[in-house]
């Protein structure tokens, strides 16, 4: 079984809005924290926010107010809804889980910011905001 599926992106207007989700399998839902990255071209992969196992959920600043993480428990479904989107949001989107520690800053919620430090990761789905 694939650990995360992302869907629901697509393309759209400045200002509208999309809802992500990712699918998990129940081992990696239930892991410590579950994110979301995205990656423009030719830019590194950011964070977007996270979610741990309590449900506290963080996000960054460049989205703060205009998204929001949240959790299916019943359907082991994470969701990344984003409104007001921008231009600049362009990017492939990827969910990850079970951060490992190490390198890297932490959110308020201490889930990783780097990608690099969780151990599963989506296929990634792709936003498109034109102006």
Known sequence: QVPLVESGGGSVQAGGSLRLSCAASAYTYNKN????FRQAPGKMREGVGSVNSDGVTSV?????GRFTIS???S?????????????????????????????????TNACGQTFSVYNYWGQGTQVTVSS
């Not at 924290?33 to 979301?36: E, Q």
């Open 33 to 36: 924290c579950m994110a979301w």
């Open 60 to 64: 960054a600043d460049s989205v703060k």
């Open 71 to 73: 959790k299916d428990n």
């Open 75 to 107: 359907k082991n479904t994470l969701y990344l809804q984003m409104n007001s989107l921008k231009p600049e949001d362009t990017a492939m989107y990827y969910c990850a889980a079970d951060y490992r520690g190490g390198i890297g800053g932490v959110w």
